[in-house]
């Protein structure tokens, strides 16, 4: 018998633990964020849509799990979702999953604030 809930209960932690991973971001995209195509293009400089913006001293690059993902080690281009600071350099970026991209309408780097 204590074999049997065991084994039942392996069976709801698994369960639970991928529906978890399929739960909404921890840290939820910013409802002002802008999407955008993102290319780390070289030390605290990023490509926004072809444009160059720094990035500010406190920013975080988030990706689909909500990990902090560093800039040495991205390349190519990614679909984000970015929020600005006061001095135009980008504070937030939020790596988007396959079917958060698909989701997501196109609004230009340049419409920023």
């Known amino acids: 018998m204590t074999k049997h809930w065991f084994a039942r209960g392996g069976i709801v932690l ?4 991928a529906a978890l991973s399929a739960q909404a971001r921890i840290y939820p995209i910013a409802a002002d ?33 909500d990990r902090l993902l560093l800039t040495q080690s991205m390349s ?22 396959p079917e958060e991209a698909k989701a997501r309408t196109v609004t230009p780097a340049s ?3």
């Open 14 to 17: 698994l369960l639970s633990a």
């Open 33 to 65: 964020a802008q999407r955008a195509d993102m290319e780390v293009t070289g030390n605290g400089i990023v490509s926004l849509n072809g444009k160059a913006y720094n990035l500010s001293p406190a920013a975080q690059i988030r990706d689909a799990n």
């Open 76 to 97: 190519g281009k990614y679909p984000v979702r970015v929020t600005f600071d006061g001095q135009g350099n980008v504070i937030r970026v939020w790596v988007l999953s």
């Open 111 to 113: 419409q920023r604030p």
